[in-house]
């Protein structure tokens, strides 16, 4: 049997950050069948800054029961068509910012969509995994624990 010594194993359900966009932590779903991860966004404005493209927009962090908005700004990557879990075609902005699981950061692309109906507000996609150089362990949830980042180590 192969060995995955150099992979580090996630769980379906893992605690992320996002501190270039001021989360600390997020719940996010694990995806193999999604090529990109998914940020659950409204309010997308896009604008320049220093000739570049840029975006403006709400992430929805928290649960249905327990709403949390943080305002994020971040460099437009390019825009992407995504077929939805629905099945519907979307073009939607993508951008590029770290992520931090467990003690590990990276950067990953976001397409920003409404993910309103589903229970989780992030979706973490194979390419972020390829990348992060994850396994998924499918009856694990939480393995890393919460992101350690540079604000929560501190408080």
């Not at 896009?46 to 975006?55: A, P, S």
Request: aromatic share 8%; hydrophobic share 35%; proline share 3%.
């Amino acid at each position: 049997m192969k060995t995955f010594d150099h992979l580090s194993v996630i769980g379906l359900r893992e605690w992320i950050g996002l501190p270039e966009l001021g989360i600390d932590r997020v719940r996010a779903k694990v995806d193999s069948g999604a090529k990109t991860s998914a940020l659950h966004a409204s309010d997308i404005v896009t604008f320049y800054r220093d000739g570049e493209t840029w975006v403006r927009f709400k992430a929805h962090t928290g649960t249905r029961r327990h709403p949390r908005d943080v305002e994020c700004e971040a460099r437009l990557v390019s825009f992407r068509r995504v077929r939805s879990s629905n099945g519907q075609l979307q073009e939607r902005h993508v951008i590029r910012t770290d992520l931090v699981l467990g003690d590990q950061r990276w950067p990953v692309d976001f397409t920003l969509t409404c993910r309103e109906s589903m229970r989780y507000r992030v979706l973490l996609g194979c390419s972020a995994m390829l990348d992060g150089q994850l396994v998924i362990n499918p009856g694990q949830r939480f393995v890393q624990g919460f992101p350690q980042t540079d604000r929560t180590l501190r408080g």
